[in-house]
């Protein structure tokens, strides 16, 4: 039995996220149709790196599966990519050790979240910037930024609460702007729920004045989800990379 | 009198194109309803600096209206945009003087034709790339593009004949490339019908090593549209900014 990596990108705007919805669609069904039709094989199961949300893309997405079919890897993409819609396609794929778990192997992961910052909306940046109109003071953001990083408990920065077990590492929190355009990457080791998406509401509220850059470790340190920016909508974000 | 001019950005993708047309929607109309709408006057008129094809983009379309309205340019913006689409936006708007013609004062144009030079296909950049699958050879590019620069007979690089005034004035042909980026960006005093599609079209067959970058001269003094490459597809094609 072979198990097979692929990489994925994936513009998120028209489905209902990754997983596998009783009444929308996700991208990992359409993936797990494209793969069936070129393998031929029954109860394909594509295991993702994690679900991203209604709405956000991905260049990196990372998925797995095991099969019998003899298609050697580099064909298996441009077959697959036939069976596909034009805003999913793979874009690599190799055979991997058994043990490879695209979920459970991954040690870490980048995010990107894109904001436009100008008055006026732009038609092509519309679909993968969030547009924020009010000028933001950029080096209040990059002096917030670092207090993010660094193992903490980020119950402040998820939607739904699971527990004792939302500590997370932040290895990095890169801002880069070339105006009007401004991108946030972040890398960590696991990502609560809307973890990135509640970054990026406090970031813009920090570059807008309604929160001080140092206000950043006392906000964390609160564990109080309604004492951190509002959760930035789902278009801005973007699944860059996950390390194995 | 008011004369005001606006410079506007889309996304041609869902558009018939520029102009108005009889069973299809034109961009040139979607703006002027979305105008009169503010304004509250009829019968107006928005000059276009030019047409723009089906499927064909824009960053720096210009256009020129007269109104009486009382509006200050800089709302007007503001204004106009919360009545159109998405897909199209008005990035700029100031008054000019009278005799201001968004088409009949354009001094020069500058067009980008975007392709992506991968095996995979890209969603995120499907609506305003072109894609070609075989590697391109970009120092054979670059040597032919210097070619098309300076004043020459374009016959060979239009779609539609319109007799003996095909003479035009290339003033810049400049290849940028982060690969798999290629982006071609010329700049003329005129263009003829797909001219710029063609141009394309030919410097992607320099490129597949279809023809000699040292062709191009002959090409252009040949006058013989069949000679040249194919015109390249509209979603490559974006209109940057109109020189006055």
């Known amino acids: 039995m072979r198990n097979v990596k692929l990489i994925i990108e994936y513009e998120g705007t028209q489905y209902a996220g990754w997983q596998i919805q009783p009444n929308a ?12 039709e070129i393998t031929g094989e029954q109860g394909l199961n594509l295991i993702g790196s994690g679900r991203t949300d209604a709405g956000v893309h991905a260049l990196g997405q990372t998925a797995n599966f095991t099969t019998n079919t003899s298609i050697p890897a580099a064909d298996l993409v441009h077959a697959v990519n036939t ?10 794929a ?14 870490s992961k980048t995010y990107r979240y894109s904001i436009l910052n100008q008055r006026v909306p732009s038609p092509i940046h519309r679909r993968w910037w969030h547009l924020v ?11 917030a930024a670092p207090h993010f990083i660094g193992w903490h408990d980020f119950a402040a920065f998820q939607s739904k609460p699971i527990g004792a077990r939302s500590a997370r590492e932040i290895s990095m929190l890169v801002i880069e702007s070339a105006a009007p355009e401004i991108a946030i990457y972040v890398a960590a080791n ?6 990135v998406r509640a970054i990026a509401g406090t970031l813009i509220e920090v570059g807008l004045g309604k929160r001080t850059p140092e206000s950043i470790l006392e906000l964390i340190a609160s ?22």
Not at 133 to 143: G, N, S
Not at 223 to 240: E, F, H, K, N
């Open 25 to 36: 669609v996700g991208i990992q069904q359409v993936l797990q149709n494209a793969i069936a």
């Open 190 to 195: 696991g990502f609560l729920y809307n973890m």
């Open 133 to 143: 109109r009010k000028p933001l003071d950029l080096e209040a953001v990059r002096t």
């Open 94 to 107: 190799e055979d991997v050790a058994g043990d490879f778990h695209a979920r459970y192997s991954a040690k």
């Open 223 to 244: 564990g109080d989800r309604s004492a951190a920016g509002p959760t930035a909508p789902a278009q801005g974000l973007c699944l860059m990379e996950v390390e194995y």
């Open 83 to 92: 069976n596909l819609p034009d805003d999913v396609a793979v874009v690599h």
